[in-house]
């Protein structure tokens, strides 16, 4: 089947195949100069190794590769080319690197060097382990200071990092089958990746204690080397696990729950577009529409009034999120936005309220900004707003609520977003974070216990930038990290993504999921410049429609023997029950659902690309 590139990823231009390297049992994937998915008899040992360089605002540089020499043999794999950054005021750095595969070894080497000097705020390797079937289980750090020490790698989400002042890290691959990471050249830390939604841990260099941006001097070279040493005492090989080139398969599970309500951000910036597609969202009647306003971007009385006709024709519950300047007290700041609602008949059912300086993130070792306690804040939004339930959290991420725990005796719900382009913008990389997605809803729960518990807006594009200045500007639709739009919202890519990180957060009992706008930059629908084969209506849209219409209908889990490739669950409401499946992959798949039982049990499904389907069960 072929299917054109821009209807799945929105964009013609695709991700480039990696090349494939092997050196006996060891392979890994070459991608724009880094290592992904790198595996030692078919298991995964590491999910890459990158030699990054980051900009002020944590932007990733992608860098020219030139001189590319690849050599391959049967026991031995070498890479070597060099790389060239540009900086701002024609600033310059060279990457020189080499990389040597052997059975058991692997070494990733690296000299920068600036004729100009060169200001980053990070420059050098990072290692990500996997956390499927790793999360939780032992491993030894090895310090600079030569102490070694037992532990463990982290299971609920750790805030700060976990391990400093690393020289060493080694974990089991599968039974007698050890890996270990070794770094040289500077000081390296770990941070637990989940924290942004990751699918990894990160070993990084300079610890972020340091001060940032600095300065790379000119003519001073700055070398690393990063090393993987597999420790194999087995006495005979296992087959690889994973598939066998057969179709996947689904079985029942016994995890079940209730599906969450959904719901579509409105800001006032949007407003007069959703009005104006008021056909568009009665039909995909979402059970909650939560209304974005920001005093300190000049939002007022006229965004109520917009969004107090929203309402009106929805006729469902609105929710009020509210950016709370606390530039005076928090009390006459919510009192005035309380007038201001009063005065355009605005009467939402919920507020969400956090203040407007904690969608910033406080690194380690950075001072946190001054805000007012978050008790007086939310005292103040109950007086303000006497009778509407109240919630907090934060707009940001996941990352800010973990390292800001937020006190909870006054709100009625907590929130947080996630975004999947913080760290990497590739296909694989974004896919990738739905597997991170239990961890958060375990990790919340663990800290908040049984408290209602609500995610979003969590999109491709990222609504701001908790970690810089700005989001990044994508004039021409690439895959850029901490981008403002992203091409994949545009094609079928979301439509699965979306679907697949519902399903990830089926375990949270969420009270309800907001995946989206109804128009603009994270919308279900195209504005003008934006056409699209179903009357500007994005693939998106089929989701979240379907997700609105299951909206109280109880599920059960579907256990999927390729839970990366593709994920399922069975919904059953008064319609029926059915088995809801997604293709996560730019390929296609096969997929035995018999044991799931649908009306056509002897039939084998074939999924598109990026697919997602919907098969009645028998009775």
């Known amino acids: 089947m072929t299917i054109d590139a821009f209807q799945l990823y929105g964009i013609r231009l695709v991700d480039p195949p990696p090349v494939r ?8 994937d070459l991608a724009n100069g880094n290592l992904r998915t790198i595996r030692y008899d078919g298991t995964e040992v590491l999910r890459g190794i990158s030699y990054l360089v980051r900009d002020r605002d944590w932007g990733t540089y992608s860098p020219e590769i030139t001189d590319l020499r690849i050599e391959q043999s049967d026991d031995r794999f070498e890479v ?62 090895e310090h600079v200071d030569g102490q070694i020490v037992a532990t463990r790698l982290p299971d609920v989400i750790e805030p700060w990092q976990p391990f400093k002042d690393m020289r060493a890290i080694t974990h089991a691959v599968m039974p007698d089958v050890q890996a270990e990471c070794r770094m040289e050249g500077d000081t390296f830390e ?35 080397k990063t090393s993987l040493v597999i420790g194999d005492a087995r006495g005979s090989t296992r087959p690889p696990p994973g598939m066998s080139g057969g179709a996947i398969k689904l079985e029942p599970g016994a ?3 209730t599906m969450p309500d959904i719901g579509v951000i409105i800001t006032p910036e949007e407003a007069d577009a959703t009005l ?32 107090a006709a929203i309402a009106t024709v929805h006729r469902g519950r609105s929710t009020l999120e509210i950016a709370l300047p606390c530039k005076s007290s928090p009390s006459s700041e919510a009192a005035e936005i309380a007038r201001q609602m009063r005065l355009a008949e605005f009467r939402p059912n919920a507020i969400m309220i956090s ?39 934060m707009l940001s991420y996941f990352t800010e609520l973990n390292r800001k725990r937020v006190p909870d005796g006054q709100l009625d719900f907590v929130s947080h977003c996630t975004n999947p382009i913080v760290h990497a913008a590739d296909d694989l990389s974004v896919m990738q974070t739905l597997e991170a997605l239990p961890f958060i809803t375990r990790s919340v729960r663990a800290i908040y216990g049984d408290k209602p518990y609500r995610i979003g807006p969590s999109t491709i594009p990222m609504r701001q930038n908790p970690y810089g200045s700005r989001t990044m500007d994508n004039p021409a639709g690439a895959r850029i990290p901490m981008a403002n739009r992203d091409p994949r919202h545009n094609g079928r890519f979301a439509e699965a993504f979306a679907l697949g990180y ?29 056409p699209t084969e179903q009357g500007g209506r994005r693939p998106l849209f089929n989701t979240v429609h379907t997700l609105s219409r299951l909206a109280g209908a109880s599920w059960q889990e579907c256990v999927s023997s390729s839970p990366s490739e593709v994920l399922s669950f069975v919904a059953r409401n008064a319609t029926g029950a059915r088995l809801h499946v997604v293709n996560l992959t730019g390929e296609e798949r096969k997929v035995d659902c018999g044991a799931c039982r649908p009306a056509d049990a002897g039939k084998e499904l074939l999924l598109a690309p990026f697919a997602t389907a919907a098969l009645p069960l028998a009775d």
């Open 255 to 257: 995890r079940t729950g």
């Open 502 to 530: 519902a399903i990830r957060v089926l375990d949270a009992d969420l009270e309800c999921l907001t995946l989206s706008a109804l128009s603009g930059p994270f919308g279900l629908i195209a504005g003008p410049a934006e």
């Open 276 to 307: 104006s597609a008021k056909s568009v969202l009665t039909e995909i009647a979402p059970q909650e529409l939560l209304f974005h306003f920001d005093p300190g971007v000049g939002h007022g009385v006229d965004a109520f009034r917009r969004f």
């Open 355 to 393: 203040p407007s300086v904690d969608r910033q993130s406080t690194p380690p070792g950075s001072a946190w900004p001054e805000c007012p306690p978050l008790d007086e804040v939310y005292t103040a939004a109950r007086a303000a707003f006497p009778g509407i339930r109240l919630g907090g959290g």
């Open 21 to 28: 390297l092997r050196a006996g049992k060891l392979e890994a």
């Open 80 to 141: 070597a080319y060099l790389a060239r950054c540009e900086g701002p005021d024609d600033t310059k750095l060279i990457i020189d690197v080499r990389i040597v595969g052997s059975p058991d070894r692997l070494d990733f080497e690296a000299e920068a060097i600036a004729s100009t000097g060169f200001e980053t705020n990070r420059c050098g390797f990072c290692i990500l382990h996997p956390i499927v079937r790793v999360a939780g289980s032992p491993a030894t750090v």
């Open 190 to 224: 770990m941070e637990d990746q989940r924290n942004w939604s990751d699918a990894s841990y990160k070993t990084y260099v300079r610890p972020l204690a340091l001060p940032w941006p600095y300065e790379i001097p000119a003519n001073r070279p700055v070398r690393q």
